[in-house]
């Protein structure tokens, strides 16, 4: 069992930057990948960007160039930094860690809007 706390969110103003954090803990294998989906109202969760073990990152079109994952592999934390923010980023942000299996964050609201 593996639990998740994110941290991080809010309110930005189009072109702005804001930052998510993602902490795990409990049993976590050595080998894993922990990323962000994104969820607006009326449509279905999407990937925003992974990262693995090794480092190695996949990310969304529509962020690349905007958002960059990282993680602290000895604190088993995740974190997203995203700028350039655009109202079509406004979702709830789930923190998502996946070895064998798959467990999510509770979800963190980001809102884009002037």
């Known amino acids: 069992q593996v639990q998740l706390v994110e941290s991080g969110g809010g309110l930005a103003q189009p072109g702005g930057s804001l930052r998510l954090s993602c902490a795990a803990s409990?049993?976590?294998?050595?080998?894993?990948?922990m990323g962000w989906y994104r969820q607006a109202p009326g449509k279905q969760r999407e990937l925003v960007a992974v990262i693995t073990s090794f480092g190695k990152t996949t990310y969304a079109d529509s962020v690349k160039g905007r958002f960059t994952i990282f993680r602290d592999n000895a604190k088993n934390t995740v974190s997203l930094q995203m700028n350039s923010l655009k109202p079509e980023d406004t979702a709830v942000y789930y923190c998502?860690?996946?070895?064998?299996?798959?467990?999510w964050g509770q979800g963190t609201q980001v809102t884009v809007s002037s």
């Open positions: 998502l860690y996946t070895d064998t299996s798959d467990s």
């Open positions: 409990g049993s976590i294998f050595s080998i894993y990948a």
